[in-house]
């Protein structure tokens, strides 16, 4: 009888867990998100899935960067991809903000203003982060590299 898993089966495992962990961190995103949006649920009622998520996510962009491992593409103009990344989540997050404002403050309220300051601030502080942490990643594959290239 077999003791242990072989190394197809331990790579199918881990892939296993990855796309679990995957469907449960977008699951508790999208029920944060659609508590704060729709049903206007106070923050408090919502920590313990903010804090599920917030851990999750520090464990898993920590880990990549640990092992060089953020930038998938491997692009020399990584940049171009966080500019991206950085406008398409900040509409997205700054569509639910002013839907959640507007909801509140009533149909008729000037959101708009705010909604682009949101948007800026968002778009900035996520091309800031997705740069430095392409940096931090670049530099611990480079330092891997030298490493076992002794």
Not at 71 to 88: C, D, E, H, R
Not at 91 to 104: A, M, N, P, T
Request: contains cysteine; glycine residues 10%; positive net charge.
């Amino acid at each position: 009888m077999k003791q242990s898993f072989d190394e197809r089966q331990k790579q199918t495992l881990e892939h296993i867990g990855s796309n679990g962990f995957y469907v449960i961190f977008l699951a508790l995103t999208a029920a944060i998100l659609i508590q704060l949006g729709f049903f206007s649920t106070p923050l408090k009622n919502i920590l313990g899935e903010t804090v599920a998520l917030l851990i999750g996510g520090f464990v898993y962009l920590g880990s990549c960067i640990k092992n060089g491992l953020w930038n998938p593409a491997k692009s020399a103009g990584s940049w171009q991809n966080n500019l991206i990344v950085s406008l398409v989540c900040s509409g997205i997050f700054s569509v639910f903000y002013g839907l959640s404002i507007s909801q509140k403050a009533g149909a008729n309220a000037p959101v708009g203003k705010y909604v682009c300051l949101f948007f800026t601030g968002i778009f900035l502080l996520g091309f800031l982060v997705t740069t430095l942490l392409s940096l931090g990643a670049k530099k611990q594959e480079q330092k891997q590299e030298r490493k076992y290239s002794d």
